[in-house]
């Protein structure tokens, strides 16, 4: 079972069907919908300020969410991608969005929807990205327009999450 902590009085909550890996860590005012998942060593650390996290959005291996009391929350939306690796911090990332492995994402940014950012990439604090853009680099720039169906990623951990919970 995962590492589900309180913090303050704060407990994490969690729709039906949701897979925590058993390293998993997911500590404080942590709030997820339906179907979510967080993988082997990623952390959801709703300490300073609330995480919302919507349906179908997993949270990949060795990534971390979290919050700063300064800028406050960080919300995420519906069947979004958070890949390996990633650092999401006090910001915003809109539904269906696909983060890239070992990408950084800084306080105030904002992801729209269905918008990819490219593995690698760092976004800066306060840096609104537009919906279905591709953004990648160091700082993160417009790349190019998606494609249909390209961020449709998170349907795939649904199914993961199925056949972990199953064994």
């Known amino acids: 079972m995962a590492l589900i902590k309180s913090y303050k009085g704060l407990s994490p909550k969690w729709g039906k069907d949701c897979y925590f890996s058993e390293n998993a860590t997911i500590v404080g005012d942590v709030t997820m919908g339906d179907q979510c998942s967080v993988w082997f060593n990623a952390v959801v650390r709703g300490d300073v300020a ?27 939306g519906s069947d979004v991608t958070i890949g390996h690796n990633v650092t999401v911090h006090a910001c915003t990332i809109h539904d269906g969005a696909l983060i890239g492995m070992g990408s950084t994402l800084l306080d ?9 950012v490219a593995a690698g990439a760092l976004v800066l604090q306060n840096t609104k990205i537009p919906p279905h853009e591709i953004w990648g ?9 998606t494609r249909p169906g390209q961020t449709d990623n998170a349907a795939h951990y649904v199914e993961y999450a199925k056949e972990y919970l199953k064994s």
């Not at 995480?51 to 919050?67: A, E, L």
């Not at 105030?108 to 990819?116: H, L, M, Q």
């Not at 680099?137 to 327009?145: D, H, Q, W």
Request: with cysteine.
């Open 50 to 76: 609330p995480i919302t996290i919507g349906d179908r959005t997993n949270v990949q291996d060795g990534s971390c969410v979290h919050v700063t009391h300064d800028t406050g929350p960080t919300h995420i």
């Open 108 to 116: 105030g940014c904002e992801i729209g929807e269905g918008a990819i």
């Open 137 to 145: 680099g160091v700082p993160a720039k417009y790349l190019k327009p």
